[in-house]
């Protein structure tokens, strides 16, 4: 707990620039909520994404590329731009495959983003109210802080990286949260076991023990996760280095969450009159 300060200052830091960096730029949301067009071409020859870009303005369009780690170009069209002409003015930098071609129109990527809204909504609610019957007020309330902590700045790292957006990250971003939740669960737990055990013991030296009793559990199992969706990330090529991504991010700010942001709000919120005793 002597440390959580220190842990209090990095949270907010990574938080503030999580929330500039969405509200300046904002997420790269991709073609399931926007519809359009994606393509994904590889040239043969050497060619960079400047090049690209400049073939596709001639023809008039206004792509958003990315470049893959297998050095591919990911072009997302927007709704009404033509993909053919895309592909036609792509010839011109020299010999090319294309890898794939998605296209989603505007009522159904209408659909997609009402629906992943929704099922955001309803898990986080589904956890709040799961966090409330199972423990006391402020113990709910700083696992909820805990959560949307980590929800924040795993969206604020697409933001300042710009990834595209999709339902299969906000499918992970699912996954990264009940992870979270269930570790911040764990610690609980043992600090509810402890109380009643050690009734006398003040509170920061009881949340000191729980934490501690966990620590191990917690590295071991946070560290085999980032091991595997590191190795994914790196290795697992473009769509799946995407979503993998909120995995790397989630585990190692989900994990920072559960052992400090957590618990020592507990400590530090029972200062306030309203919750005390709650």
């Not at 997302?76 to 296209?103: N, V």
């Given at each position: ?49 400047e ?47 294309l890898?794939r ?57 697409y ?13 992970s ?46 590295l ?59």
């Amino acid at each position: 707990m002597k440390f959580r300060f220190y842990s209090y200052a990095v949270s907010l830091t990574l938080l503030i620039i999580s929330l500039v960096f969405l509200q300046v730029r904002g997420l790269n949301l991709g073609i399931d909520f926007t519809g359009g067009t994606i393509l994904e071409v590889a040239y043969k020859a050497k060619v960079s994404t400047e090049q690209v870009r400049q073939a596709l303005q001639k023809e008039g369009l206004n792509p958003h590329i990315q470049n893959t780690a297998s050095g591919s170009f990911l072009i997302r069209l927007k709704l009404g731009e033509d993909p053919q002409r895309a592909l036609t003015s792509l010839k011109s930098l020299g010999d090319y495959s294309l890898i794939r071609q998605d296209t989603i129109g505007s009522v159904i990527s209408s659909e997609l983003r009402s629906k992943a809204i929704w099922s955001v909504l309803v898990a986080l609610g589904g956890i709040t109210v799961y966090l409330t019957y199972r423990y006391k007020l402020l113990w709910a309330f700083a696992g909820l802080v805990a959560l949307f902590h980590d929800v924040i700045i795993v969206l604020g790292a697409y933001a300042i990286t710009q990834r595209e957006v999709n339902l299969d990250v906000i499918a992970s971003l699912l996954v990264v949260a009940g992870y979270s939740v269930t570790d911040t669960v764990v610690i609980y737990d043992r600090m509810r076991e402890n109380l009643r055990i050690r009734k006398s013991l003040p509170l920061r030296d009881l949340i000191n023990i729980s934490v501690n009793q966990n620590l191990a559990r917690t590295l071991m199992t946070s560290m085999t996760v980032f091991v595997v969706a590191l190795a994914m990330f790196l290795f697992g090529g473009s769509a799946l280095s995407n979503v993998m991504f909120a995995f790397v991010v989630g585990v190692v700010v989900g994990t920072l969450s559960s052992i400090f942001v957590a618990s020592s709000l507990i400590l530090d919120i029972t200062r306030f009159k309203f919750f005390r005793g709650r």
